[in-house]
């Protein structure tokens, strides 16, 4: 979803179709990362349950998340200033403002903040940071305290609906830490409408365009039972081995396909003047779709996986056995 609509902005940029209007295209790319924060509070608040030595389970997020984006910053830093991408073209006669942006885009601070971001699309790491330090904290104060399960719970949920206020986006990750406790508890409700969770998806697309994330939210959390669940059409097309392989580069095609998009855009301005209408918007979707999944599975291949392996391997706290 998130590349299908950076590809519509990207062709409209180029000048190779016009901007639409419609609001749910205009929203289609937060609504799918509104989505994914319902899948980190159900898998993060799941893991730690799970998990003994808390400093271990920070470590191999830090693990998960850096190996990639570190790349990818190094390169947005190495080359955007000289290249006079947007904002960073200042940074050139500016050390100081290099720097200081180096390091809040490298801590994730834009996203949260109105700080300039550098990867656009990385906005939503701020919000996982956050979360990942609010749940650890949470974690750590619970197994202190020795709190019941459900006092934990209740505090867990209870904060994230402080900061929702706050930040509405908060709240997706408390409805999928929710889930995770409702069905780890077997009160989670079996839905036998196979069309619920599609029709439930376009719903809350619609009503967030129409009011924001908390207007959605009850479409959302029809959608999410289902996928947890495993019943219906949509969670049968996310079981198919197309989706789940999909799902297994998802992170690299997330954070890589800005940079194989963009490159392609720029070529072809330059060689698509006199090509017949609607062609080159047709060739920037193809090959931007397959360069972008080719060069995730690259990214997933060799840096998620390999990289991120050999950093564990030598890693004393990673290796450390739970």
């Known amino acids: 979803m998130v590349l299908l609509y950076h590809l519509h902005c990207m062709s409209a940029?180029?000048?190779?179709?016009?901007?639409?209007?419609?609001?749910?295209?205009?929203?289609l790319g937060i609504y799918a990362v509104l989505l994914f924060f319902c899948i980190s509070g159900y898998l993060?608040?799941?893991s730690?349950?799970?998990?003994?030595?808390?400093?271990?389970?920070?470590v191999n997020r830090v693990l998960r998340?850096?190996?990639?984006?570190?790349?990818?910053?190094?390169?947005?830093?190495?080359?955007g200033p000289w290249m006079n991408y947007e904002w960073m073209g200042s940074l050139r006669d500016s050390p100081s403002a290099y720097a200081?942006?180096?390091?809040?885009?490298?801590?994730?601070l834009p996203g949260l903040t109105q700080l300039p971001i550098a990867q656009k699309n990385a906005w939503s790491l701020s919000y996982e940071t956050a979360f990942y330090i609010i749940a650890v904290a949470l974690a750590y104060a619970g197994r202190r305290w020795s709190l019941p399960m459900p006092l934990k719970m209740m505090g867990f949920?209870?904060?994230?609906?402080?900061?929702?206020?706050?930040?509405?986006?908060?709240?997706?990750?408390m409805l999928g830490a929710l889930v995770f406790w409702l069905d780890s508890k077997g009160y989670l409700p079996m839905l036998e409408i196979p069309a619920l969770g599609i029709i439930s998806g376009i719903a809350?697309?619609?009503?967030?365009?129409?009011g924001g994330a908390w207007a959605a939210l009850p479409a959302v959390l029809l959608v999410f039972i289902e996928v947890v669940r495993q019943?219906?059409?949509?969670?049968?097309?996310?079981?198919s081995r197309a989706c789940l392989w999909l799902g297994k580069i998802s992170f690299s095609l997330y954070l890589v396909h800005p940079f194989v998009l963009d490159p392609l855009r720029r070529l072809l301005m330059k060689i698509s003047l006199g090509w017949p209408e609607g062609l080159s918007n047709l060739m920037f979707c193809c090959v931007g779709t397959f360069l972008a999944i080719a060069g995730a599975k690259l990214s997933h291949e060799m840096i998620e996986m390999r990289l991120t392996h050999f950093l564990k391997k030598h890693s004393r706290l990673a290796r450390r056995p739970p």
């Open 13 to 27: 940029k180029a000048g190779f179709i016009n901007q639409s209007n419609s609001p749910w295209l205009e929203n």
């Open 44 to 46: 993060i608040v799941g």
């Open 48 to 58: 730690l349950s799970r998990h003994r030595d808390l400093r271990r389970f920070a």
């Open 65 to 79: 998340i850096y190996p990639l984006f570190l790349i990818l910053h190094l390169i947005m830093f190495g080359l």
């Open 100 to 108: 200081g942006h180096f390091l809040s885009n490298l801590f994730f």
């Open 157 to 173: 949920l209870l904060v994230c609906l402080a900061i929702g206020l706050h930040d509405a986006l908060f709240v997706f990750f």
């Open 204 to 210: 809350g697309l619609c009503l967030y365009s129409l």
């Open 231 to 239: 019943k219906g059409w949509l969670a049968r097309l996310l079981s």
